[in-house]
């Protein structure tokens, strides 16, 4: 263990009568934030901020506080079940970790024999850090079907930062950006991937300039020297809207854009198209403040971009993210310190190699489902989830026998939630990984106890880009838990995949360490390794792309018979594609911003979280609210043309009237039938997830931006 003193620790200790204090690091949320776990008896008592750590200076987010409720919590599984009742039954029995790891190998290998490896499909849940792990049991196994939130959260940025310069840029922090544009993202509550709040306060702090792009005002829009409240869904727009400017007016930094990028006329023809007055039209915003924002983004050097989500669950995700990636390449942001990095992963393995991508055969990877339609996320092994349901539900093109998940909760977090339920209750096997019975594990056949970050072992956030790795310590053991890890590597044994494994999973971690020469038992007792941090590394060896070059132009996307340049497309339903539509369902829904306490579907059962946030809220303006009869804190009815859910209302004025904003993934634990309130409130009732609504290449579903009609529960 890290050997460390701090005065007020040892005080602490002193006091309270703490036998120990462990240094880790928190995975409540993607993670990396530094910890100080307090012991007494064996028990986690406290869990504070480590203010040696690089990553959150000594700052921690509820969810990091609240982990040991969590951990402790009554209602966890801690022993494997089978279920002995139908699906939805709520009849479990106990059983063995061997009962439990022999029925599903049994079933993995008939089923793998009987219909081929493809009719299993694995699935993981966002930053749990199973990922590697779930990869390499699916690619030696050889299924190529890997069920993720990969083709609508962070998979699109890798994806296309790949495709236009290697990697994905990073916001320097450390180097203080003086300009900073928030672009969909909420980052002092959702502190996501490779991102924490404190950092980017300590930057605004100093003085850098804020532009914030948000349909909703933000705590951080409140604070922005410009706020663009876009209409949601027209972000592709807006950013052509502003390289216009920039372009135009000619503050692009001409050294890059002649030396280092690829496409810069075809490039500047599109952007042509779309001139503010135009781009005002499309988006809402005033194309004054849009000369504005690009101006003052163009002209504060260095400036970065801290990007969201939201723009990922769009038709035009992965063209959101290649034309942010423009605005920061064409300013001179690319890879300049307090810029945007392309960080370098220390020297260990990295998430290709432990993921054991070669292993699966070229055959098998030309199965992998909506392989032919969405090739971009084909070539980062994503698959579209409704390709899953279809497959199971339709058995087309070939049938889903059994599906695996290892933390995750699709039944709330994926679109089409009644789609969903179908084909979860027609599979004819399901396996969950989880820490407690979700509505998912409710229709599952055998859920396995896993273990929570408090609990194992790990190489946290080497999946990250932020160059950073972390040895995440095992603290204590609660009742039969044990890590994903040591569950899959377990079971690989179990299924005949042995030999890819190791004889226990430390034998993964020394792996991964391997080419520093190091194994977990040293890793373990530092506190962290950083990749060397270089900066204008293309200046020198190119881009590590197909032409060497930033590419505007993606000659990728050209080769797989995609649209090379960005573009904006209308989002499917809105008040322009579905007029018809619009005049039934009059305001425009986004689904799904991030709340402090919860992750997702996580956490409604923490007590300390749930006081913060008892019910699911929709944000609405109190001129709308007038207009259609309904009083602040009023149970409300939303509903699109998939279905109807309820929420609490709660007026913003700093929202469009003609937009309304719901929460996802809620569920009620305290609700005990089997249901647990699923499709109660749960606002993926209403999202849609049909193929032509999606992304072209990445088929990430549009669940961002909808039609809805919200009116009084009682009418
Ligand atoms: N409408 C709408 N839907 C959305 C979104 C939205 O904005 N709007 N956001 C989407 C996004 S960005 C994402 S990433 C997805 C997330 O989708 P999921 O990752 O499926 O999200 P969770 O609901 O958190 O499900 C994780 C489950 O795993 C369990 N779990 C947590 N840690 C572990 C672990 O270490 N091991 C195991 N075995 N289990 C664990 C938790 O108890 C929980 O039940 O949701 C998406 N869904
Ligand atoms: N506490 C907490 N933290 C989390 C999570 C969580 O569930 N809870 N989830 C994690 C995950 S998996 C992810 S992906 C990240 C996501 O983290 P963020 O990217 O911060 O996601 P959101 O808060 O959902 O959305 C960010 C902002 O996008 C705005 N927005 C909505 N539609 C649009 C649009 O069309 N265009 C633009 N420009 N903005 C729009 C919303 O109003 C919101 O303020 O958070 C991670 N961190
Ligand atoms: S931001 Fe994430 S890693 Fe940091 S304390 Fe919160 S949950 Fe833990
Ligand atoms: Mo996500």
């Given amino acids: 263990m890290a050997e460390f003193t701090y005065s007020n620790v040892e005080k602490e200790m002193e006091v309270y009568g703490f036998d120990a204090v462990v240094k880790s690091y928190c995975r409540m949320c993607h993670g990396g934030c530094g910890v100080l776990v307090y012991l007494k008896d064996g028990r986690v008592e406290k869990i504070a901020g480590d203010p040696e750590c690089p990553i959150n200076h000594g700052t921690l987010c509820p969810k990091g506080i609240a982990s040991a409720q969590l951990a402790y919590h009554p209602d966890r599984l801690t022993h494997p079940v089978r279920r002995v009742g139908p699906k939805a039954s709520g009849q479990w029995e106990r ?72 990697s994905n840029p990073v916001v320097d922090y450390e180097n203080h950006p003086q300009c900073i544009m928030v672009w969909g993202n909420n980052i002092v509550i959702s502190n996501p991937d490779e991102y924490k709040g404190e950092p980017f306060s300590v930057s605004l702090n100093r003085g850098a300039k804020l532009i914030t792009v948000d349909p909703r005002l933000t705590r951080v829009a409140a604070r922005s020297d410009v706020w663009l409240q876009l209409r949601p869904g027209t972000d ?59 101006r003052l983004f163009a002209t504060t050097k260095p400036a970065a971009i801290q990007w969201g989500v939201a723009i990922e669950q769009q038709i035009n995700c992965a063209d959101n993210n290649r034309l942010l990636m423009a605005l920061m390449g064409i300013t001179g942001n690319i890879d300049a310190p307090g810029g945007q990095v392309l960080f370098r992963p220390p020297k260990v393995r990295n998430i290709g190699e432990f993921g054991a991508h070669k292993q699966l055969s070229k055959a098998q990877a030309a199965k992998r489902l909506g392989g032919e339609r969405f090739r971009l996320a084909s070539n980062f ?20 026998k059994m599906l695996f998940f290892v933390s995750s909760n699709p039944l709330m977090t994926r679109a089409n939630a009644r789609e969903v339920y179908r084909a979860l209750e027609k599979v004819e096997f399901m396996a969950v990984s989880d820490f407690f019975l979700t509505p998912t594990a409710e229709l599952a056949d055998i859920v396995l106890p896993a273990a929570t970050w408090l609990e194992m072992d790990y190489l946290g956030n080497f999946l990250l880009r932020h160059g950073y790795v972390l040895p995440r310590r095992k603290i204590i053991q609660v009742g039969e838990c044990r890590s994903d890890h040591d569950m899959l590597n377990d079971l690989a044994h179990r299924v005949g995949i042995g030999e890819h494994w190791w004889n226990s999973f430390e034998g993964g971690l020394d792996y991964v360490l391997e080419p520093m020469g190091i194994t977990w038992q040293e890793f373990q007792k530092t506190d962290h390794v950083r990749g060397e941090v270089a900066y204008y590394k293309y200046k020198d060896k190119g881009f590590s792309t197909p032409t060497r070059k930033f590419e505007l132009y993606s000659t990728k996307l050209e080769e797989w018979g995609y649209d090379p340049l960005p573009r904006h497309r209308e989002p499917p339903e809105s008040p322009y594609s579905t007029p018809e539509l619009f005049e039934e369902y009059p305001y425009i829904l986004i689904t799904g911003r991030r709340m402090a306490g919860f992750f997702h579907s996580e956490n409604r059962q923490v007590p300390w979280l749930r006081e913060l946030h008892r019910d ?12 259609v009869g309904i009083r602040e804190g009023d149970w409300v009815v939303i509903e699109s043309p998939r279905g109807k859910v309820r929420q609490r209302a709660k007026f913003i004025e700093g929202m469009d009237p003609r937009v309304v904003s719901a929460e996802h993934a809620w569920w009620f634990p305290e609700q005990k039938d089997p249901a647990h309130g699923w499709a109660e409130s749960n606002i993926n009732v209403l999202t849609d997830n049909a193929y032509e609504s999606c992304d072209p290449a990445m088929g990430a579903t549009n669940i961002r931006t909808l039609l809805c009609r919200i009116y009084p529960e009682s009418r």
């Fill in 95 to 166: 059983i063995s970790w061997d009962e439990a790891l022999d029925t599903i190998a049994e079933r993995i290998n008939q089923t793998r024999d009987e219909c081929g490896a493809e009719s299993i499909v694995m699935g993981y849940g966002t930053g749990r850090e199973t990922d590697g792990l779930v990869y390499r049991f699916a690619n030696t196994l050889g299924t190529p079907n890997v069920l993720t939130a990969g083709h609508f959260c962070y998979g699109p940025r890798i994806a296309t930062g790949i495709l236009t310069c290697g």
């Fill in 236 to 294: 592709a727009a807006l950013a052509l809207g502003m390289l216009h400017v920039i372009i135009h007016e000619e503050l692009y930094d001409e050294d890059f854009v002649e030396n280092h990028v690829h496409g810069w006329d075809p490039f500047v023809k599109r952007v042509n198209e779309y001139p503010p007055d135009r781009v005002e039209q499309i988006t809402w915003v005033p194309r004054e403040k849009i000369r504005e924002a690009a």
């Fill in 381 to 400: 092994a994503v698959i579209n989830p409704k390709c899953v349901w279809d497959a199971i539900l339709e058995e087309k093109p070939y049938p889903v």
């Fill in 616 to 627: 699911p809220v929709v944000e609405i303006h109190p001129d709308t609210a007038q207009k």
